[in-house]
Structures are given as C-alpha cells and as structure tokens.
C-alpha cells in the first residue's frame, strides 16, 4: 500500500497528464478556425501535461 503523500502525487500526475492532454487536443481542435485561441489553449495544455510526466520522474526517484 502507499503512503499517503505518494498517493496524493499520484492522483496530481494523473490529473495533470490528462488534463493537460485534454486541453492540449481541444487547442488543436478549436485552432482550426482560431488560431489564436487554439495555441493559447494548445501550449499550456501541454505544458501541464509535461509537468505531469516530470512528477512521474520524481515519484520515481522517492523512496
């Protein structure tokens, strides 16, 4: 079983993988009639879900 903080980070790195994800395809999606609004919603959506896979590293590196 996990203790609690590493349970905490896991449902964190979940969240922000998939969200980041889903708001990273919506930017894709809504950047084919607004490209303005489509990258500004495409790149922070990607960067959440990079932060994501990072905290995937540093669960790794816990003991």
Known sequence: M??????TLEKWIWALIYGGLFLMILGIATGRTNPVLG???AVPGGTVALVGFV???VRSRLN
Do not use: R
């Open 55 to 57: 905290l995937i590293y």
């Open 39 to 41: 990258w500004s919603m």
């Open 2 to 7: 996990q203790s609690k903080p590493h349970a």
